[in-house]
């Protein structure tokens, strides 16, 4: 944005700035002071060691969901594998783009109910050179047809809607409240995954998805309820904090 590195930063910081610089800084700044998100102001964030161009339009990747793809891929060890993969609630197709470049035999199916984020989904795909085995449908949840699939994957909104005056500005006022909020208590997204996603696995098929702090006990009773999917583990991020859960389609 501004055409500066860290290196320059370094190396010519003592040195008069050229043409707008100071003015363009300026207003950046400004942006940052009113808790606008960095990702936003530069408009790219990494994920799985890519880079991600990231709009106001989806949530901002985050380090906990990369725990989404080691799970995949310890799942599918194969990096020859011809899997159909499904991310549910792509936002910026971090997960769908990671795991096609991981898995580069498979397709994956990307749907989220947003088309400004759909379009930011598809740009990322370009980007990183997989938008011919990564297809884009605006769903809610799963798209018509597709069925019997490999892997499914998702990190839907989970946080429960009255804890929205708790939320630091960077979040509260900036990200999309659709990926955000899942409803009073954080889980209605996650229940209607729970209980649609047998719909569209195979047998010994396997759904991984993200989930709130504190709400990994109503997690595993959901999943415990259900009739075809068992409950294979429930990862924790680097705090001791269970963020994911693992589950196989009986």
């Not at 998100?37 to 339009?57: K, N, Q, S």
């Not at 809610?140 to 998702?154: E, M, N, T």
């Amino acid at each position: 944005m501004l055409g500066w590195d860290a290196a320059r930063l370094f190396t010519s910081g003592d040195r008069p700035a050229d043409g707008n610089f100071a003015d363009t800084y300026e207003r950046l700044l400004a942006r940052r002071a009113g808790r606008e998100p960095l990702a936003y102001i530069t408009g790219v964030r990494e994920f799985w060691a890519l880079d991600f161009e990231v709009t106001p339009g989806v949530l901002i990747p985050r380090p906990e969901t990369e725990l989404i793809v080691e799970a995949a891929l310890a799942l599918f060890p194969g990096s020859n594998d011809r899997l159909t993969i499904v991310d549910v609630g792509t936002g910026s197709g971090c997960l769908a783009v990671s795991l096609a470049i991981e898995r580069p035999a498979s397709t994956v199916v990307a749907t989220d109910v947003s088309p400004a984020a759909l379009e930011v989904a598809r740009r990322n795909a370009r980007r990183h050179g997989v938008d011919g085995r990564v297809t884009f449908h605006e769903a809610d949840l799963f798209a018509p047809g597709v069925d019997r699939v490999d892997l499914i994957v998702s990190n839907p909104p989970y946080v429960p809607a009255p804890s929205r005056p708790a939320l630091q500005p960077e979040v509260r006022d900036h990200e999309p409240s659709v990926a955000l909020f899942g409803g009073s208590d954080g889980l209605a997204l996650v229940g209607r995954l729970v209980a649609e996603a047998p719909l569209h696995l195979r047998p010994g098929g396997y759904l991984i998805f993200e989930f709130g702090l504190g709400q990994e006990v109503e997690v595993a009773d959901a999943i415990a309820a259900s009739a075809a999917l068992d409950l294979i583990d429930l990862s924790r991020d680097i705090q001791g904090i269970a963020r994911t859960a693992i589950t196989r389609r009986r």
